[in-house]
T-cell receptor, first 115, second 117 residues
Framework: KAGVTQTPRYLIKTRGQQVTLSCSPI?????VSWYQQTPGQGLQFLFE???????NKGNFPGRFSGRQFSNSRSEMNVSTLELGDSALYLC??????????????FGPGTRLTVL | AQTVTQSQPEMSVQEAETVTLSCTYD???????LFWYKQPPSRQMILVIR??????QNATENRFSVNFQKAAKSFSLKISDSQLGDTAMYFC??????????????FGKGTKLSVKP
């Protein structure tokens, strides 16, 4: 079974631009979460989607948004890019189960550099 | 709000020896989940081990085991017979019980482990 895939793997943008990152979860997984990883702040939760609905949101400004499609693929968008948005963006998917917590499987990440 | 603290930014261990990574957390929840994730230099994050707070027995996965002290809010990872492939960043993570959400992992800052031949 294919793992979580993220595209593109690397991205260079300039301040003020917007960017869209894509994540394809493992087949059958309906929960997709996004995290931002930076050297200074570490790993921070952005948001989680399940069945095309945002279920949980981290403490990020409204410039960060996302969506999920009917096939569970997810995109996140960052508008009006700032230098501080340079980070590794990780996507994780999990299999929704009854009770308990299921393992989150992470993708390789998208390295975003804002110049 | 929950917080996760890893007090050891870097550690090193000789191949075949045992090493323990520390993690403490703060929460007012009684039921929750704790995880150790490994992120090798290739960057793919993988789950090493998990612990449900309601279980008193410490989790074990082959060479990896945890020492879960609920009252002390401590969750350390022991790696036995260290191998070169264990070289990676290790993150301790916390998750509240699912209440309609399974995605919100709260991570510590990580411990960079180097296994030396």
């Amino acid at each position: 079974k294919a793992g979580v895939t993220q595209t593109p793997r690397y991205l260079i943008k300039t301040r003020g631009q917007q960017v869209t990152l894509s994540c394809s979860p493992i087949s059958g997984h309906r929960s997709v979460s996004w995290y931002q990883q930076t050297p200074g702040q570490g790993l921070q939760f952005l948001f989680e989607y399940f069945s095309e609905t945002q279920r949980n949101k981290g403490n990020f400004p409204g410039r960060f948004s996302g969506r999920q499609f009917s096939n569970s693929r997810s995109e996140m968008n960052v508008s009006t890019l700032e230098l501080g948005d340079s980070a590794l963006y990780l996507c994780a998917s999990s299999l929704e189960g009854v009770g308990g917590v299921n393992e989150q499987f992470f993708g390789p990440g998208t390295r975003l550099t804002v110049l | 709000a929950q917080t996760v603290t890893q007090s050891q930014p870097e550690m090193s261990v000789q191949e075949a020896e045992t090493v323990t990574l520390s993690c403490t957390y703060d929460t007012s929840e009684n039921n929750y989940y704790l995880f150790w994730y490994k992120q090798p230099p290739s960057r793919q994050m993988i789950l090493v081990i998990r612990q449900e707070a309601y279980k008193q027995q410490n989790a074990t996965e082959n060479r990896f085991s945890v020492n879960f002290q609920k009252a002390a809010k401590s969750f350390s990872l022991k790696i036995s017979d260290s191998q070169l492939g264990d070289t990676a960043m290790y993150f301790c993570a916390f998750m509240k019980p699912p209440g309609g959400s399974q995605g919100n992992l709260i991570f510590g800052k990580g411990t960079k482990l180097s296994v030396k031949p």
